[in-house]
Protein backbone atom coordinates (compact mmCIF):
# COMPACT_ATOMS: atom_id res chain seq x y z
CA UNK A 1 0.00 0.00 0.00
CA UNK A 2 3.13 2.06 0.86
CA UNK A 3 3.68 2.48 -2.78
CA UNK A 4 0.02 3.80 -3.67
CA UNK A 5 0.26 6.90 -1.01
CA UNK A 6 3.45 8.31 -1.69
CA UNK A 7 2.97 9.14 -4.56
CA UNK A 8 -0.54 10.48 -4.50
CA UNK A 9 -2.03 13.64 -5.26
CA UNK A 10 0.62 16.66 -4.97
CA UNK A 11 -0.29 17.94 -1.81
CA UNK A 12 0.74 21.65 -3.39
CA UNK A 13 2.68 23.84 -1.63
CA UNK A 14 0.68 23.05 1.63
CA UNK A 15 2.49 22.32 4.57
CA UNK A 16 1.89 18.91 5.89
CA UNK A 17 2.84 17.31 8.61
CA UNK A 18 2.82 13.94 10.67
CA UNK A 19 -0.41 13.06 12.93
CA UNK A 20 1.46 13.81 15.72
CA UNK A 21 2.42 16.89 15.03
CA UNK A 22 -1.01 18.12 13.55
CA UNK A 23 -2.39 21.21 15.33
CA UNK A 24 -4.94 19.85 17.73
CA UNK A 25 -8.10 21.31 19.50
CA UNK A 26 -10.42 20.22 22.02
CA UNK A 27 -13.24 23.15 21.46
CA UNK A 28 -16.28 20.04 22.04
CA UNK A 29 -15.14 18.86 25.44
CA UNK A 30 -13.85 22.27 26.51
CA UNK A 31 -16.82 24.28 25.55
CA UNK A 32 -19.49 21.83 26.24
CA UNK A 33 -20.29 20.04 29.42
CA UNK A 34 -19.04 16.37 29.89
CA UNK A 35 -21.03 13.58 31.75
CA UNK A 36 -20.96 14.27 35.53
CA UNK A 37 -19.57 10.32 36.75
CA UNK A 38 -16.57 11.13 34.67
CA UNK A 39 -15.89 14.73 34.58
CA UNK A 40 -12.05 15.21 33.89
CA UNK A 41 -9.57 12.86 31.56
CA UNK A 42 -8.40 11.62 34.70
CA UNK A 43 -11.63 10.07 36.16
CA UNK A 44 -12.67 8.42 32.88
CA UNK A 45 -8.68 7.34 32.28
CA UNK A 46 -8.81 5.39 35.57
CA UNK A 47 -12.14 3.82 35.36
CA UNK A 48 -11.50 0.03 34.04
CA UNK A 49 -12.56 0.30 30.36
CA UNK A 50 -15.29 -2.28 31.20
CA UNK A 51 -17.04 -0.17 33.18
CA UNK A 52 -17.83 2.77 30.61
CA UNK A 53 -20.64 0.85 29.37
CA UNK A 54 -23.83 1.39 28.33
CA UNK A 55 -26.58 4.07 30.64
CA UNK A 56 -28.39 7.04 30.66
CA UNK A 57 -26.40 9.90 30.77
CA UNK A 58 -27.94 13.15 31.29
CA UNK A 59 -27.16 16.95 31.09
CA UNK A 60 -24.08 16.10 29.46
CA UNK A 61 -23.05 16.45 25.72
CA UNK A 62 -20.59 13.84 25.78
CA UNK A 63 -18.28 11.25 28.04
CA UNK A 64 -14.59 10.80 28.01
CA UNK A 65 -13.66 7.57 26.71
CA UNK A 66 -10.53 5.94 25.62
CA UNK A 67 -10.84 3.98 22.17
CA UNK A 68 -10.81 -0.07 22.64
CA UNK A 69 -7.64 -1.37 20.41
CA UNK A 70 -7.75 -4.97 18.57
CA UNK A 71 -5.72 -7.59 19.52
CA UNK A 72 -4.12 -7.17 16.05
CA UNK A 73 -4.78 -4.95 13.51
CA UNK A 74 -4.08 -3.83 10.01
CA UNK A 75 -3.83 -0.62 8.27
CA UNK A 76 -5.62 -1.26 4.95
CA UNK A 77 -6.23 1.94 3.22
CA UNK A 78 -5.56 5.36 3.19
CA UNK A 79 -7.53 8.31 1.16
CA UNK A 80 -5.41 11.09 -0.19
CA UNK A 81 -7.98 13.04 -0.33
CA UNK A 82 -8.20 13.20 2.98
CA UNK A 83 -4.38 13.73 3.60
CA UNK A 84 -4.86 16.44 2.01
CA UNK A 85 -7.59 17.84 3.70
CA UNK A 86 -6.38 17.15 6.75
CA UNK A 87 -2.82 18.35 5.98
CA UNK A 88 -1.23 15.17 6.77
CA UNK A 89 2.06 14.04 5.43
CA UNK A 90 1.78 11.22 2.94
CA UNK A 91 4.76 9.83 3.70
CA UNK A 92 3.93 9.78 7.28
CA UNK A 93 0.98 7.32 6.86
CA UNK A 94 3.65 4.22 7.18
CA UNK A 95 4.50 5.50 10.59
CA UNK A 96 3.59 3.48 13.97
CA UNK A 97 2.22 6.67 15.39
CA UNK A 98 0.15 6.90 12.60
CA UNK A 99 -1.45 3.55 12.63
CA UNK A 100 -1.58 3.15 16.55
CA UNK A 101 -3.68 6.47 16.33
CA UNK A 102 -5.87 5.30 13.52
CA UNK A 103 -6.55 1.92 14.90
CA UNK A 104 -7.13 3.15 18.30
CA UNK A 105 -4.01 2.12 19.79
CA UNK A 106 -2.74 4.81 21.20
CA UNK A 107 -3.92 8.26 22.58
CA UNK A 108 -1.70 10.56 20.55
CA UNK A 109 -2.66 13.46 22.37
CA UNK A 110 -1.34 12.06 25.93
CA UNK A 111 1.41 10.64 27.55
CA UNK A 112 -0.45 7.10 28.54
CA UNK A 113 2.01 6.19 30.89
CA UNK A 114 1.26 9.27 33.08
CA UNK A 115 -2.82 10.06 34.56
CA UNK A 116 -4.22 12.85 31.97
CA UNK A 117 -4.07 16.20 32.93
CA UNK A 118 -7.06 18.59 32.76
CA UNK A 119 -4.87 20.26 29.55
CA UNK A 120 -5.39 17.28 27.94
CA UNK A 121 -7.07 16.30 25.01
CA UNK A 122 -8.75 12.90 25.71
CA UNK A 123 -10.98 10.86 23.18
CA UNK A 124 -14.91 11.33 23.73
CA UNK A 125 -18.17 10.10 22.90
CA UNK A 126 -21.18 12.28 22.07
CA UNK A 127 -24.40 11.65 23.30
CA UNK A 128 -27.37 12.28 21.31
CA UNK A 129 -31.00 10.80 20.95
CA UNK A 130 -33.22 10.23 18.04
CA UNK A 131 -36.56 9.62 16.05
CA UNK A 132 -35.94 6.12 14.66
CA UNK A 133 -38.70 5.76 11.58
CA UNK A 134 -40.46 7.92 12.98
CA UNK A 135 -40.64 7.40 16.57
CA UNK A 136 -38.92 8.55 19.31
CA UNK A 137 -35.91 6.41 20.13
CA UNK A 138 -34.45 8.12 23.13
CA UNK A 139 -31.24 8.32 24.42
CA UNK A 140 -28.83 6.62 21.36
CA UNK A 141 -25.30 8.56 21.03
CA UNK A 142 -22.17 7.40 19.64
CA UNK A 143 -22.29 3.84 20.56
CA UNK A 144 -19.34 3.22 18.37
CA UNK A 145 -17.73 6.32 17.92
CA UNK A 146 -15.03 7.82 19.81
CA UNK A 147 -13.57 11.02 18.38
CA UNK A 148 -10.12 11.36 18.75
CA UNK A 149 -9.58 15.35 18.58
CA UNK A 150 -9.93 18.28 16.03
CA UNK A 151 -7.32 19.00 13.77
CA UNK A 152 -6.54 21.91 12.48
CA UNK A 153 -5.17 22.48 8.69
CA UNK A 154 -3.09 25.53 9.32
CA UNK A 155 -3.02 26.90 5.29
CA UNK A 156 -6.88 26.18 4.98
CA UNK A 157 -7.95 27.25 8.04
CA UNK A 158 -10.73 24.65 8.66
CA UNK A 159 -11.03 22.58 11.38
CA UNK A 160 -12.32 18.70 11.76
CA UNK A 161 -13.19 16.61 14.51
CA UNK A 162 -11.21 13.18 13.87
CA UNK A 163 -12.83 9.72 15.00
CA UNK A 164 -12.66 6.09 15.40
CA UNK A 165 -16.09 4.43 14.39
CA UNK A 166 -15.31 1.04 15.38
CA UNK A 167 -13.42 1.47 18.96
CA UNK A 168 -15.61 -0.35 21.08
CA UNK A 169 -18.59 0.07 23.45
CA UNK A 170 -19.03 3.43 25.29
CA UNK A 171 -22.15 4.48 27.73
CA UNK A 172 -23.92 5.12 24.74
CA UNK A 173 -23.36 1.65 22.95
CA UNK A 174 -27.15 0.31 24.68
CA UNK A 175 -27.22 -3.23 23.69
CA UNK A 176 -24.36 -3.31 20.83
CA UNK A 177 -21.21 -4.33 20.68
CA UNK A 178 -19.55 -1.15 20.28
CA UNK A 179 -17.79 -2.86 16.81
CA UNK A 180 -18.07 -2.66 13.73
CA UNK A 181 -17.79 -5.47 10.33
CA UNK A 182 -15.12 -4.87 8.05
CA UNK A 183 -18.13 -4.81 5.16
CA UNK A 184 -19.88 -1.92 6.45
CA UNK A 185 -16.64 -0.04 7.02
CA UNK A 186 -15.47 -0.81 3.79
CA UNK A 187 -18.33 0.73 2.35
CA UNK A 188 -17.92 3.73 4.44
CA UNK A 189 -14.74 4.69 3.57
CA UNK A 190 -15.18 4.57 -0.17
CA UNK A 191 -17.96 6.07 -0.53
CA UNK A 192 -17.46 9.18 2.05
CA UNK A 193 -14.98 10.05 -0.11
CA UNK A 194 -16.60 9.39 -3.45
CA UNK A 195 -19.64 11.58 -2.54
CA UNK A 196 -16.80 14.30 -1.27
CA UNK A 197 -15.19 13.74 -5.16
CA UNK A 198 -18.42 14.44 -6.49
CA UNK A 199 -18.83 17.62 -4.51
CA UNK A 200 -21.76 16.18 -2.12
CA UNK A 201 -21.94 17.69 1.38
CA UNK A 202 -20.69 14.75 3.56
CA UNK A 203 -18.61 13.46 6.23
CA UNK A 204 -15.01 12.16 5.25
CA UNK A 205 -13.10 9.18 5.56
CA UNK A 206 -9.26 8.74 6.50
CA UNK A 207 -8.73 5.29 6.76
CA UNK A 208 -9.21 1.52 7.16
CA UNK A 209 -8.01 -0.57 9.57
CA UNK A 210 -9.20 -3.94 9.92
CA UNK A 211 -9.08 -6.47 13.01
CA UNK A 212 -8.32 -9.98 11.63
CA UNK A 213 -8.65 -11.85 14.60
CA UNK A 214 -11.92 -10.00 16.22
CA UNK A 215 -14.82 -11.86 16.20
CA UNK A 216 -17.80 -9.76 16.10
CA UNK A 217 -21.20 -11.63 15.99
CA UNK A 218 -23.93 -10.04 13.28
CA UNK A 219 -26.14 -12.65 11.17
CA UNK A 220 -22.71 -14.59 11.06
CA UNK A 221 -19.58 -13.80 13.35
CA UNK A 222 -17.13 -11.71 11.20
CA UNK A 223 -14.08 -9.63 11.63
CA UNK A 224 -14.06 -6.12 12.92
CA UNK A 225 -12.49 -3.04 11.34
CA UNK A 226 -12.13 0.49 11.97
CA UNK A 227 -12.59 3.73 9.72
CA UNK A 228 -11.01 6.44 11.03
CA UNK A 229 -13.85 9.59 9.79
CA UNK A 230 -13.79 13.37 10.08
CA UNK A 231 -16.21 16.15 9.41
CA UNK A 232 -16.56 19.72 10.72
CA UNK A 233 -18.89 18.64 12.73
CA UNK A 234 -20.33 15.52 14.39
CA UNK A 235 -23.32 17.24 15.74
CA UNK A 236 -26.59 16.19 14.60
CA UNK A 237 -30.73 16.90 14.81
CA UNK A 238 -30.97 13.56 17.22
CA UNK A 239 -28.50 15.76 19.33
CA UNK A 240 -30.72 18.46 20.18
CA UNK A 241 -33.72 15.77 19.95
CA UNK A 242 -32.19 14.55 23.68
CA UNK A 243 -32.16 17.16 25.32
CA UNK A 244 -35.50 18.50 24.49
CA UNK A 245 -37.16 15.78 25.25
CA UNK A 246 -35.42 15.85 28.50
CA UNK A 247 -37.13 19.46 29.59
CA UNK A 248 -32.96 20.15 29.30
CA UNK A 249 -33.54 23.87 28.10
CA UNK A 250 -30.20 24.62 29.45
CA UNK A 251 -28.61 22.28 27.05
CA UNK A 252 -30.35 23.44 23.91
CA UNK A 253 -28.97 26.50 24.23
CA UNK A 254 -25.68 25.39 25.17
CA UNK A 255 -25.81 23.53 22.02
CA UNK A 256 -27.17 25.85 19.57
CA UNK A 257 -24.71 28.55 20.56
CA UNK A 258 -21.89 26.35 20.31
CA UNK A 259 -22.72 25.46 16.81
CA UNK A 260 -23.33 29.12 15.86
CA UNK A 261 -20.05 30.29 17.08
CA UNK A 262 -17.31 26.73 16.86
CA UNK A 263 -19.40 25.21 14.26
CA UNK A 264 -20.50 27.95 11.82
CA UNK A 265 -18.06 31.31 12.07
CA UNK A 266 -20.08 32.95 14.03
CA UNK A 267 -23.81 34.38 14.42
CA UNK A 268 -22.88 37.11 12.08
CA UNK A 269 -22.42 33.97 8.89
CA UNK A 270 -26.28 33.33 9.68
CA UNK A 271 -28.43 34.00 6.52
CA UNK A 272 -30.11 37.55 7.24
CA UNK A 273 -33.07 38.23 8.12
CA UNK A 274 -36.21 37.88 5.87
CA UNK A 275 -37.92 41.19 5.96
CA UNK A 276 -41.42 40.73 7.82
CA UNK A 277 -43.69 42.31 6.38
CA UNK A 278 -44.31 44.16 9.58
CA UNK A 279 -42.99 47.81 9.10
CA UNK A 280 -41.22 48.01 12.50
CA UNK A 281 -39.83 44.67 12.00
CA UNK A 282 -37.52 45.03 8.54
CA UNK A 283 -34.63 45.40 10.05
CA UNK A 284 -31.23 44.56 8.69
CA UNK A 285 -27.68 43.39 9.69
CA UNK A 286 -25.92 45.53 11.47
CA UNK A 287 -22.35 45.09 12.20
CA UNK A 288 -23.51 41.57 12.27
CA UNK A 289 -25.94 41.76 14.68
CA UNK A 290 -29.39 42.25 13.92
CA UNK A 291 -30.75 45.75 14.68
CA UNK A 292 -34.10 44.74 16.48
CA UNK A 293 -31.95 42.97 18.68
CA UNK A 294 -29.78 45.52 19.79
CA UNK A 295 -32.90 47.86 20.12
CA UNK A 296 -35.24 45.37 21.07
CA UNK A 297 -37.52 46.09 18.17
CA UNK A 298 -39.82 43.82 16.20
CA UNK A 299 -42.48 41.99 17.81
CA UNK A 300 -42.43 39.61 15.33
CA UNK A 301 -38.86 39.92 14.22
CA UNK A 302 -35.99 36.62 13.91
CA UNK A 303 -33.99 36.38 16.58
CA UNK A 304 -30.77 34.61 15.62
CA UNK A 305 -31.71 31.25 16.70
CA UNK A 306 -34.34 31.91 14.08
CA UNK A 307 -31.60 32.51 11.78
CA UNK A 308 -29.18 29.40 12.57
CA UNK A 309 -32.16 26.96 12.38
CA UNK A 310 -32.55 28.90 8.69
CA UNK A 311 -28.77 28.12 8.18
CA UNK A 312 -29.27 24.55 9.18
CA UNK A 313 -32.25 24.03 7.25
CA UNK A 314 -30.89 25.75 3.90
CA UNK A 315 -27.63 23.57 4.56
CA UNK A 316 -29.97 20.61 4.61
CA UNK A 317 -31.81 21.41 1.26
CA UNK A 318 -28.89 21.80 -0.91
CA UNK A 319 -27.65 18.40 0.14
CA UNK A 320 -30.69 16.64 -0.34
CA UNK A 321 -30.65 18.06 -3.55
CA UNK A 322 -27.11 16.95 -4.53
CA UNK A 323 -28.59 13.56 -3.49
CA UNK A 324 -31.20 13.74 -5.63
CA UNK A 325 -29.25 14.64 -8.59
CA UNK A 326 -26.98 12.12 -8.08
CA UNK A 327 -29.33 9.62 -7.13
CA UNK A 328 -28.06 8.82 -3.84
CA UNK A 329 -30.01 7.34 -1.36
CA UNK A 330 -29.06 7.22 2.58
CA UNK A 331 -31.32 4.39 3.46
CA UNK A 332 -31.55 5.49 7.34
CA UNK A 333 -32.22 9.33 7.17
CA UNK A 334 -33.45 8.96 11.05
CA UNK A 335 -32.60 12.29 12.75
CA UNK A 336 -29.78 10.91 14.42
CA UNK A 337 -28.23 10.85 11.06
CA UNK A 338 -29.07 14.46 9.94
CA UNK A 339 -26.52 16.61 10.49
CA UNK A 340 -26.20 20.10 11.67
CA UNK A 341 -23.67 21.07 9.15
CA UNK A 342 -25.63 19.67 6.30
CA UNK A 343 -23.54 16.57 6.09
CA UNK A 344 -24.36 13.21 4.48
CA UNK A 345 -23.87 11.04 7.22
CA UNK A 346 -24.01 7.72 8.88
CA UNK A 347 -23.43 5.22 6.46
CA UNK A 348 -25.92 2.29 6.56
CA UNK A 349 -27.69 0.44 3.93
CA UNK A 350 -27.11 3.55 1.06
CA UNK A 351 -26.81 3.26 -2.63
CA UNK A 352 -26.91 5.04 -5.49
CA UNK A 353 -29.60 4.03 -7.68
CA UNK A 354 -28.58 1.78 -10.60
CA UNK A 355 -31.80 1.75 -12.90
CA UNK A 356 -33.95 4.95 -12.07
CA UNK A 357 -36.78 4.02 -9.76
CA UNK A 358 -38.16 6.58 -7.34
CA UNK A 359 -39.50 4.34 -5.11
CA UNK A 360 -36.38 2.12 -4.74
CA UNK A 361 -34.83 2.08 -1.21
CA UNK A 362 -31.36 0.28 -0.30
CA UNK A 363 -33.07 -0.40 3.35
CA UNK A 364 -34.40 -4.39 3.26
CA UNK A 365 -36.12 -3.59 6.40
CA UNK A 366 -37.68 -0.42 5.19
CA UNK A 367 -41.28 -2.01 4.05
CA UNK A 368 -42.75 1.55 4.00
CA UNK A 369 -40.28 3.52 1.79
CA UNK A 370 -40.18 6.07 4.37
CA UNK A 371 -36.53 6.31 3.13
CA UNK A 372 -37.06 5.62 -0.41
CA UNK A 373 -35.24 7.87 -2.59
CA UNK A 374 -37.97 9.99 -4.09
CA UNK A 375 -38.94 10.65 -0.28
CA UNK A 376 -35.57 12.19 0.71
CA UNK A 377 -36.48 16.13 0.65
CA UNK A 378 -39.46 15.85 2.30
CA UNK A 379 -38.15 12.99 5.24
CA UNK A 380 -35.47 15.80 5.64
CA UNK A 381 -37.93 18.20 6.11
CA UNK A 382 -39.93 16.32 8.86
CA UNK A 383 -36.01 16.04 10.34
CA UNK A 384 -35.49 19.76 10.82
CA UNK A 385 -39.00 20.11 12.24
CA UNK A 386 -37.61 18.14 14.68
CA UNK A 387 -35.23 20.39 15.52
CA UNK A 388 -37.64 22.99 14.64
CA UNK A 389 -39.45 21.79 17.95
CA UNK A 390 -35.93 21.69 20.02
CA UNK A 391 -35.68 25.32 19.25
CA UNK A 392 -39.48 26.11 19.07
CA UNK A 393 -39.16 27.91 22.66
CA UNK A 394 -35.89 30.24 21.89
CA UNK A 395 -36.88 30.97 18.14
CA UNK A 396 -40.48 32.04 19.61
CA UNK A 397 -39.03 34.04 22.06
CA UNK A 398 -38.26 36.13 19.45
CA UNK A 399 -36.53 39.64 20.94
CA UNK A 400 -36.72 38.49 24.68
CA UNK A 401 -34.76 35.48 23.91
CA UNK A 402 -31.54 37.21 25.92
CA UNK A 403 -33.94 38.12 29.31
CA UNK A 404 -32.64 37.14 31.97
CA UNK A 405 -35.98 35.45 33.30
CA UNK A 406 -36.59 33.69 29.96
CA UNK A 407 -33.19 32.24 30.19
CA UNK A 408 -33.96 31.39 33.35
CA UNK A 409 -37.68 30.04 34.01
CA UNK A 410 -38.70 30.24 30.35
CA UNK A 411 -41.86 31.90 29.14
CA UNK A 412 -44.63 33.16 31.04
CA UNK A 413 -47.77 31.84 30.64
CA UNK A 414 -49.19 34.71 29.06
CA UNK A 415 -46.87 35.41 26.69
CA UNK A 416 -46.90 31.69 25.66
CA UNK A 417 -49.91 32.04 23.15
CA UNK A 418 -47.47 34.94 21.37
CA UNK A 419 -44.35 32.68 21.54
CA UNK A 420 -46.15 29.87 19.55
CA UNK A 421 -47.22 31.74 16.94
CA UNK A 422 -44.10 33.45 16.28
CA UNK A 423 -42.35 29.95 16.04
CA UNK A 424 -44.73 29.04 14.07
CA UNK A 425 -44.78 32.11 11.41
CA UNK A 426 -40.78 31.34 11.33
CA UNK A 427 -40.85 27.13 10.94
CA UNK A 428 -43.50 28.09 8.43
CA UNK A 429 -41.40 30.40 6.46
CA UNK A 430 -38.41 28.64 6.72
CA UNK A 431 -40.16 25.64 5.03
CA UNK A 432 -40.66 27.37 2.33
CA UNK A 433 -37.11 28.72 2.46
CA UNK A 434 -36.12 24.63 2.54
CA UNK A 435 -38.54 24.09 -0.84
CA UNK A 436 -36.89 27.20 -2.84
CA UNK A 437 -33.06 26.57 -1.81
CA UNK A 438 -33.88 22.78 -2.92
CA UNK A 439 -35.65 23.58 -5.96
CA UNK A 440 -32.34 26.27 -6.93
CA UNK A 441 -30.07 24.17 -5.88
CA UNK A 442 -31.40 20.59 -7.37
CA UNK A 443 -32.35 23.02 -11.13
CA UNK A 444 -28.51 24.37 -11.02
CA UNK A 445 -27.17 20.62 -10.61
CA UNK A 446 -29.56 19.12 -13.15
CA UNK A 447 -29.04 22.06 -15.29
CA UNK A 448 -25.27 21.38 -15.51
CA UNK A 449 -25.67 18.05 -15.73
CA UNK A 450 -27.23 18.44 -19.12
CA UNK A 451 -24.81 20.56 -20.00
CA UNK A 452 -26.91 23.54 -20.22
CA UNK A 453 -25.89 27.40 -19.66
CA UNK A 454 -29.36 28.45 -18.25
CA UNK A 455 -32.15 27.12 -16.48
CA UNK A 456 -35.55 27.73 -18.11
CA UNK A 457 -38.94 27.62 -16.47
CA UNK A 458 -40.49 24.68 -18.98
CA UNK A 459 -37.01 22.73 -18.49
CA UNK A 460 -38.95 20.95 -15.60
CA UNK A 461 -41.55 19.38 -17.38
CA UNK A 462 -40.06 19.20 -20.80
CA UNK A 463 -36.11 18.22 -20.03
CA UNK A 464 -36.23 16.62 -16.98
CA UNK A 465 -39.52 15.49 -16.28
CA UNK A 466 -39.16 13.56 -19.43
CA UNK A 467 -36.25 12.46 -18.87
CA UNK A 468 -36.70 10.82 -15.28
CA UNK A 469 -39.94 9.26 -16.94
CA UNK A 470 -38.00 7.86 -19.42
CA UNK A 471 -35.94 6.24 -17.54
CA UNK A 472 -38.21 4.71 -15.67
CA UNK A 473 -40.12 3.43 -17.92
CA UNK A 474 -37.22 1.64 -19.95
CA UNK A 475 -35.00 0.83 -16.70
CA UNK A 476 -32.52 2.84 -17.81
CA UNK A 477 -29.25 3.93 -15.40
CA UNK A 478 -29.52 6.98 -14.02
CA UNK A 479 -25.75 7.84 -13.94
CA UNK A 480 -24.88 6.29 -16.84
CA UNK A 481 -27.48 8.00 -19.05
CA UNK A 482 -25.75 11.86 -18.07
CA UNK A 483 -22.10 10.54 -18.79
CA UNK A 484 -23.23 8.99 -21.79
CA UNK A 485 -25.01 12.41 -22.74
CA UNK A 486 -21.40 14.15 -22.40
CA UNK A 487 -20.31 12.53 -25.30
CA UNK A 488 -23.00 12.82 -27.94
CA UNK A 489 -22.31 16.22 -30.37
CA UNK A 490 -25.63 17.97 -32.06
CA UNK A 491 -24.74 16.35 -34.77
CA UNK A 492 -24.87 13.34 -34.18
CA UNK A 493 -28.60 13.74 -32.97
CA UNK A 494 -29.86 15.92 -35.84
CA UNK A 495 -32.05 13.90 -37.92
CA UNK A 496 -35.21 11.14 -36.49
CA UNK A 497 -32.75 8.42 -37.96
CA UNK A 498 -29.48 8.96 -36.29
CA UNK A 499 -30.95 10.23 -33.26
CA UNK A 500 -33.00 6.73 -33.37
CA UNK A 501 -29.43 5.16 -33.34
CA UNK A 502 -27.85 6.87 -30.62
CA UNK A 503 -30.89 5.92 -28.69
CA UNK A 504 -29.59 2.41 -28.53
CA UNK A 505 -26.07 4.43 -26.40
CA UNK A 506 -28.48 4.50 -23.65
CA UNK A 507 -29.98 0.76 -23.36
CA UNK A 508 -28.30 -1.72 -21.20
CA UNK A 509 -25.76 -4.07 -23.46
CA UNK A 510 -28.35 -7.35 -22.45
CA UNK A 511 -31.13 -5.81 -23.95
CA UNK A 512 -34.69 -3.46 -22.51
CA UNK A 513 -36.26 -4.35 -19.58
CA UNK A 514 -39.14 -3.33 -17.79
CA UNK A 515 -42.27 -1.97 -19.55
CA UNK A 516 -40.65 -0.83 -22.42
CA UNK A 517 -42.45 -2.05 -25.03
CA UNK A 518 -41.05 -2.76 -28.11
CA UNK A 519 -37.30 -1.89 -28.66
CA UNK A 520 -39.02 0.58 -31.38
CA UNK A 521 -41.15 1.97 -29.23
CA UNK A 522 -38.44 2.59 -26.91
CA UNK A 523 -35.93 4.06 -29.21
CA UNK A 524 -38.78 6.42 -30.57
CA UNK A 525 -39.16 7.99 -27.03
CA UNK A 526 -35.35 8.68 -26.55
CA UNK A 527 -35.16 10.08 -29.84
CA UNK A 528 -38.31 12.54 -28.96
CA UNK A 529 -36.46 13.87 -26.00
CA UNK A 530 -33.25 13.72 -27.80
CA UNK A 531 -34.86 16.26 -30.29
CA UNK A 532 -36.03 18.33 -27.87
CA UNK A 533 -32.58 18.30 -26.19
CA UNK A 534 -30.81 19.12 -28.92
CA UNK A 535 -32.79 22.44 -29.66
CA UNK A 536 -32.22 23.32 -25.93
CA UNK A 537 -28.96 22.69 -26.03
CA UNK A 538 -28.40 25.01 -29.17
CA UNK A 539 -30.40 27.73 -27.33
CA UNK A 540 -27.86 27.96 -24.75
CA UNK A 541 -24.66 27.35 -26.93
CA UNK A 542 -25.71 29.08 -30.39
CA UNK A 543 -21.75 28.66 -31.65
CA UNK A 544 -20.16 25.04 -32.00
CA UNK A 545 -18.49 24.88 -29.32
CA UNK A 546 -18.71 21.45 -28.92
CA UNK A 547 -15.68 20.50 -26.94
CA UNK A 548 -15.82 23.05 -24.44
CA UNK A 549 -19.67 21.75 -23.62
CA UNK A 550 -18.71 18.52 -23.77
CA UNK A 551 -16.28 18.67 -21.21
CA UNK A 552 -18.22 20.72 -19.17
CA UNK A 553 -20.17 18.09 -18.65
CA UNK A 554 -17.79 15.41 -18.34
CA UNK A 555 -16.82 17.28 -15.78
CA UNK A 556 -20.20 17.09 -13.62
CA UNK A 557 -21.27 13.38 -14.95
CA UNK A 558 -18.93 11.06 -12.86
CA UNK A 559 -17.77 8.02 -15.01
CA UNK A 560 -17.44 6.02 -11.82
CA UNK A 561 -20.14 5.44 -8.93
CA UNK A 562 -19.19 3.22 -6.54
CA UNK A 563 -22.48 1.47 -6.89
CA UNK A 564 -23.64 -1.60 -4.43
CA UNK A 565 -22.20 -4.49 -6.86
CA UNK A 566 -19.03 -3.02 -6.67
CA UNK A 567 -18.62 -2.47 -3.18
CA UNK A 568 -20.06 -6.26 -2.78
CA UNK A 569 -17.28 -7.76 -4.95
CA UNK A 570 -14.28 -4.86 -3.07
CA UNK A 571 -15.79 -6.32 -0.04
CA UNK A 572 -15.49 -10.36 -1.19
CA UNK A 573 -11.55 -9.53 -2.57
CA UNK A 574 -10.34 -7.59 0.74
CA UNK A 575 -12.39 -9.41 2.88
CA UNK A 576 -12.31 -12.88 1.66
CA UNK A 577 -9.53 -13.20 -0.59
CA UNK A 578 -7.17 -11.23 1.22
CA UNK A 579 -6.67 -9.04 -1.80
CA UNK A 580 -5.36 -5.15 -0.82
CA UNK A 581 -4.57 -3.22 -3.64
CA UNK A 582 -7.94 -3.43 -5.08
CA UNK A 583 -9.06 -1.05 -2.59
CA UNK A 584 -6.41 1.66 -3.50
CA UNK A 585 -7.51 1.33 -7.40
CA UNK A 586 -11.34 1.44 -6.36
CA UNK A 587 -10.49 4.36 -4.53
CA UNK A 588 -8.30 6.00 -6.84
CA UNK A 589 -11.32 6.21 -8.70
CA UNK A 590 -13.88 7.15 -6.27
CA UNK A 591 -11.57 9.86 -5.47
CA UNK A 592 -11.44 11.16 -9.11
CA UNK A 593 -14.64 10.07 -10.84
CA UNK A 594 -14.74 11.99 -13.50
CA UNK A 595 -11.74 10.95 -15.18
CA UNK A 596 -11.78 8.58 -18.19
CA UNK A 597 -9.39 6.07 -17.14
CA UNK A 598 -7.17 5.67 -14.15
CA UNK A 599 -3.91 4.05 -15.92
CA UNK A 600 -4.74 0.64 -14.03
CA UNK A 601 -6.31 -1.71 -16.02
CA UNK A 602 -8.30 -0.70 -18.74
CA UNK A 603 -10.78 -3.54 -19.13
CA UNK A 604 -11.44 -3.58 -14.92
CA UNK A 605 -11.63 0.35 -14.94
CA UNK A 606 -14.36 -0.42 -17.98
CA UNK A 607 -15.89 -2.81 -16.33
CA UNK A 608 -16.29 -0.79 -13.05
CA UNK A 609 -17.86 1.80 -14.95
CA UNK A 610 -20.00 -0.21 -17.67
CA UNK A 611 -23.68 -1.65 -17.36
CA UNK A 612 -24.60 -3.05 -13.89
CA UNK A 613 -24.99 -6.79 -13.98
CA UNK A 614 -28.73 -7.23 -14.35
CA UNK A 615 -29.20 -9.93 -11.34
CA UNK A 616 -26.99 -7.31 -9.12
CA UNK A 617 -29.22 -3.87 -9.82
CA UNK A 618 -30.56 -2.20 -6.82
CA UNK A 619 -29.35 -4.34 -4.57
CA UNK A 620 -30.53 -4.13 -0.64
CA UNK A 621 -28.96 -4.56 2.94
CA UNK A 622 -29.88 -4.89 6.34
CA UNK A 623 -29.53 -2.42 9.28
CA UNK A 624 -26.82 -4.93 10.78
CA UNK A 625 -23.39 -3.50 10.49
P1 LIG B 1 -27.07 3.91 13.17
O1 LIG B 1 -28.14 2.97 12.73
O2 LIG B 1 -25.70 3.55 12.71
O3 LIG B 1 -27.41 5.33 12.92
O4 LIG B 1 -26.99 3.74 14.75
C1 LIG B 1 -28.02 4.06 15.63
C2 LIG B 1 -27.50 4.03 17.03
O5 LIG B 1 -27.04 2.73 17.36
C3 LIG B 1 -26.30 4.94 17.27
O6 LIG B 1 -26.41 5.45 18.56
C4 LIG B 1 -25.13 4.02 17.14
O7 LIG B 1 -24.01 4.47 17.85
C5 LIG B 1 -25.69 2.74 17.75
N1 LIG B 1 -25.03 1.54 17.24
C6 LIG B 1 -25.18 0.97 16.03
N2 LIG B 1 -24.42 -0.13 15.93
C7 LIG B 1 -23.76 -0.27 17.10
C8 LIG B 1 -22.82 -1.21 17.61
N3 LIG B 1 -22.41 -2.25 16.91
N4 LIG B 1 -22.38 -0.99 18.86
C9 LIG B 1 -22.80 0.04 19.60
N5 LIG B 1 -23.67 0.95 19.18
C10 LIG B 1 -24.16 0.80 17.95
MG1 LIG C 1 -26.61 7.05 13.46
Known amino acids: MASHISNGHANGDQKTSNIRDLPKTKNFTQKLPPDSEYPTPAAS ?44 DPASVESEDFKKTVAGEQIITIDEDKEPGDEDIYPWAQCYGGYQFGSWAGQLGDGRAISLFEANNPSTKKRYEIQLKGAGKTPYSRFADGKAVVRSSIREFVVSEALHALGIPTTRALSLTLGPEEHVRREMTEPAAIVARFAETWIRIGTFDLPRSRGDRDMVRKLADYVAEEVFPGWESLPAQVPSTDEKDVVGLQGGIPKNEIQGAGENAENRYARLFREVARRNAKTVAHWQAYAFTNGVLNTDNTSIYGLSVDFGPFAFLDNFDPSYTPNHDDHMLRYAYKNQPSIIWWNLVRLAESFGEIIGAGPWCDDQEFVEKGVRQEKADELIKRAETIIEKTGEEYKAVFMAEYKRLMTARLGLKQSKQSDFDELYSELLDTLEALELDFNHTFRRLSYIKTQEIDTDEKRKDVAGRFFHHEGLSGLAGSEADARERVAKWLAKYRERVLEDWPGAQEEE ?77
Open 45 to 88: HKTERKQLGPRLVKNAAYTFVRPQPFKKSELVGVSKAALKDLAI
Open 549 to 625: RLSAMKAVNPKFIPRSWILDELIERVEKKGEREILDRVMDMALAPFNEEWGWNREEEERFCGDVPKYQRAMQCSCSS
